[in-house]
């Protein structure tokens, strides 16, 4: 029959599943959906009566050590990923590494307990044995608490390539299956010949491979981070190029006008004088005609940001796309340049894209960026009609239909600390980004 003690018992043996789910949300600390508070409030709310279940269960039936894991790491995963506004290749990568983990400091818990009582096993897993996973698995999340935190969300919120992810998913899901298959059934296996030595040789090695790998990883994706920034900022700067370039080739062209303006004053001085309107009218038409136009225009005070608009407005007008740009931003406060071009940059990209689909006489792009509190960014385009859907998400109509420029909008701003929606009515397209504004330091 079940005792008080026993079920004790059996939730003390589920006491990692808390420190795991710390694990799970450090990394994910600007992404969690409502604050860390209640995350972490939530978190106890769900664990506390779901390990409290399956512990009477257990002690119930009598079954082995934790007959009901994988229904314990389904359900916990399923609150997981919808309590994170993170992708979903970025929640099961977290979550599988950290399952991996916890299986290595169990199996140091099973190997404790072997050398414990070498005659038992772990259908009898003892309460030594339980006290002391709970422990290392607790001084191991306090150990790792910092550069999780800092160094792990650094690559959620920055690093967008879903791919990477699942495939850093694959490697902690074999050290996963690695630790299931290793765990001794019957202690005594583990003390014939030198067993148990290899035992405790092998395991905190393969600990501290993966360990590794995770630094290799977050030093390689860093990389890749630094690198991409490096390609933004440099497209910036070829685009600031570029406007210096046409602002001297304006100045340069219009130097001979600006030597010759006091003798067209003259002219038109003396043509208004004797009254010969018609040929003053023809004088100064062929004067306009003459000077050159200024294309680059400055569009706000930010030359990076300017820079980019002037390049997407003669873009779309190379494609005979009307583009209306409405664009303020306030002053005193802190514009992060880099990522507010790439959100604009891509919104533009996206829209001059779906333009040239249609015929032009339909083209149109409008651009508006406003802010109070938050700095609000509003663009509609005319499109086909016919928007491209995958699970109910948009698709971007730029790189094959990839989604890269629109899911890269959605993360940017989330990185930020603001969100990103998209829409169509008809034959338009909507964006809506919505930034936090801090004031400059």
Request: glycine share 4%; charged share 20%.
């Amino acid at each position: 029959s079940m005792t008080v003690s026993d079920f004790l018992f059996r939730f003390l043996t589920w006491f990692p599943a808390f420190p795991a789910a710390l694990l799970c949300l450090l990394p994910m600390k600007n992404q969690l959906k409502h604050g860390a508070r209640k995350a972490l409030r939530n978190t106890f709310l769900i664990l506390i009566p779901l390990l409290g279940v399956v512990s009477l269960a257990e002690a119930v039936i009598g079954r082995g050590y934790h007959t009901f894991l994988p229904v314990v790491m389904v359900v916990a995963f399923v609150f997981y990923s919808l309590g994170v506004k993170a992708d979903f290749s970025k929640s099961v990568s977290v979550f599988v590494l950290v399952c991996a983990i916890l299986g290595f400091l169990e199996n140091f818990s099973n190997g404790f307990d072997a050398t414990l009582h070498p005659q038992s096993g772990i259908e009898n897993f003892s309460p030594e044995a339980a006290v002391f996973q709970a422990v290392i698995t607790t001084l191991f999340a306090l150990l790792v608490w910092h550069p999780v935190s800092k160094y792990g969300s650094v690559l959620i919120d920055s690093f967008h390539l879903h791919g990477v992810w699942y495939a850093s998913s694959l490697v902690s899901l074999i050290f996963m299956i690695y630790n299931i298959l290793s765990v001794p059934r019957h202690y005594n296996t583990l003390h014939i010949n030198n067993v148990l030595l290899f035992y405790w040789i092998s395991m905190p090695l393969l600990f501290i491979l993966l360990l590794l790998l995770v630094i290799l990883f977050y030093f390689i994706v860093s990389g890749m981070i630094k690198a991409s920034k490096i390609e933004s900022e440099k497209h910036l700067l070829e685009l600031q190029k570029l406007q210096f370039k046409k602002q001297q080739h304006y100045l340069e062209a219009t130097a001979k006008e600006r030597h010759d303006f006091k003798h067209a004053v003259r002219t038109i001085k003396t043509l208004s004088a004797e009254k010969k309107y018609d040929e003053l009218n023809s004088f100064i038409e062929q004067y306009i005609e003459k000077m050159p136009e200024l294309t680059v225009k400055s569009y706000c005070q930010i030359p990076t940001i300017n820079a980019l608009l002037n390049y997407y407005k003669e873009s779309a007008r190379l494609d005979e796309i009307p583009l209306s740009l409405d664009v303020s931003f306030p002053e005193g406060k802190d514009i992060r340049e880099t990522e507010v071009c790439s959100i604009l940059g891509n919104i533009l990209e996206n829209a001059i894209n779906a333009c040239r689909e249609i015929d032009a006489y339909k083209r149109f792009i409008r651009l508006t960026v406003k802010s109070d509190y938050y700095l609000f960014i509003t663009a509609v385009n005319s499109f086909n009609g016919e928007p491209l859907l995958r699970n109910g998400t948009y698709i971007s109509t730029g790189h094959k239909g990839s989604g890269i420029g629109l899911r890269s909008i959605i993360s940017v701003a989330e990185s930020l600390g603001g969100r990103a929606d998209f829409s169509h009515d008809g034959c338009e397209f909507f964006s809506n980004v919505m930034l936090p504004l801090q004031p400059k330091e």
